[in-house]
């Protein structure tokens, strides 16, 4: 399927983001960190257990937390600031002193880490034409899978040739990473389309007319005055 010169440069350049948050991901997997929790604290497979029931819970109930945050804050900001503080949780996890500490820290990144999921995929679907929706799942998900196998792969070797905790540290600095990017790239064009979704609202209310007045355009603060107007006035 042929993309827009606007699709194409959207879908790539979110592929190529997704694929740092999945490289991330991979070294991320629920056997390396059972793996991790039992050689540095030497607990039980009961306790592990247990943990990742509630982990999995967590994720599970995060998604519905994702559909009424999206609707209030937008895609984008729900996508980078429920992800970033996941991935801080993250990096932490490795300088706790007890398990304990360290389980109240995956547990807090695990209810924030899978809220990105629905925006993401609603977000992908929003940026291009209908046309070209499923190009670009195909294409996004394409660049997860392929960067996340590469990830699990070598997160033995870290571990081996860096230090034990490295691919916690490495997996939250690419999210971090990621987050940040994202935000970079997408934030301006982001908050341009919900400038086009107010003056289009604002033309639809009878008797009314918009006038968009940008200010401080290095800042993106854009200030939208909607003046009520009676016809023949």
């Given at each position: 399927?042929?993309?827009?010169?606007?699709?194409?440069?959207?879908?790539?350049?979110?592929?190529g983001?997704?694929?740092?948050?999945?490289?991330?991901?991979?070294?991320?997997?629920?056997?390396?960190?059972a793996?991790?929790?039992?050689?540095?604290?030497?607990?039980?497979?009961?306790?592990?257990g247990?943990?990742?029931?509630?982990?999995?819970?967590?994720?599970?109930?995060?998604?519905?937390?994702?559909?009424?945050l999206?609707?209030?804050?937008?895609?984008?900001?729900?996508?980078?600031?429920?992800?970033?503080?996941?991935?801080?949780?993250?990096?932490?996890?490795?300088?706790?002193?007890?398990?304990?500490?360290?389980?109240?820290?995956?547990?807090?990144?695990?209810?924030?880490?899978?809220?990105?999921?629905?925006?993401?995929?609603?977000?992908?679907?929003?940026?291009?034409?209908?046309?070209?929706?499923?190009?670009?799942?195909?294409?996004?998900?394409?660049?997860?899978?392929?960067?996340?196998?590469?990830?699990?792969?070598?997160?033995?070797?870290?571990?081996?040739?860096?230090?034990?905790?490295?691919?916690?540290?490495?997996?939250?600095?690419?999210?971090?990473?990621?987050?940040?990017?994202?935000?970079?790239?997408?934030?301006?064009?982001?908050?341009?389309?919900?400038?086009l979704?107010?003056?289009?609202?604002?033309?639809?209310?009878?008797?009314?007319?918009?006038?968009?007045?940008?200010?401080?355009?290095?800042?993106?603060?854009?200030?939208?005055?909607?003046?009520?107007?009676?016809?023949?006035?």
């Amino acid at each position: 399927m042929l993309l827009s010169a606007t699709g194409k440069s959207r879908v790539f350049g979110l592929a190529g983001l997704f694929a740092i948050d999945s490289l991330g991901g991979g070294f991320l997997t629920d056997a390396l960190v059972a793996y991790w929790c039992f050689r540095r604290f030497g607990v039980s497979e009961v306790q592990l257990g247990a943990l990742f029931f509630v982990i999995h819970l967590l994720n599970a109930a995060s998604h519905l937390g994702a559909a009424w945050l999206a609707k209030r804050f937008g895609l984008l900001k729900t996508m980078v600031f429920t992800h970033l503080p996941s991935s801080v949780f993250l990096i932490s996890v490795p300088l706790t002193p007890s398990f304990p500490f360290a389980a109240a820290l995956l547990l807090a990144r695990e209810s924030l880490v899978e809220m990105d999921v629905a925006p993401r995929q609603s977000y992908v679907a929003a940026v291009v034409q209908p046309r070209e929706r499923i190009f670009a799942a195909g294409v996004t998900n394409l660049s997860r899978n392929i960067f996340w196998a590469m990830a699990s792969g070598l997160s033995g070797v870290l571990m081996q040739s860096l230090t034990f905790s490295a691919p916690l540290i490495v997996g939250g600095a690419l999210k971090v990473g990621y987050d940040v990017l994202l935000y970079r790239k997408f934030g301006r064009s982001s908050r341009q389309r919900n400038c086009l979704s107010l003056r289009v609202q604002a033309c639809q209310i009878p008797n009314m007319r918009w006038q968009v007045n940008p200010t401080n355009e290095r800042k993106l603060i854009c200030s939208y005055i909607v003046v009520a107007r009676r016809t023949g006035d």
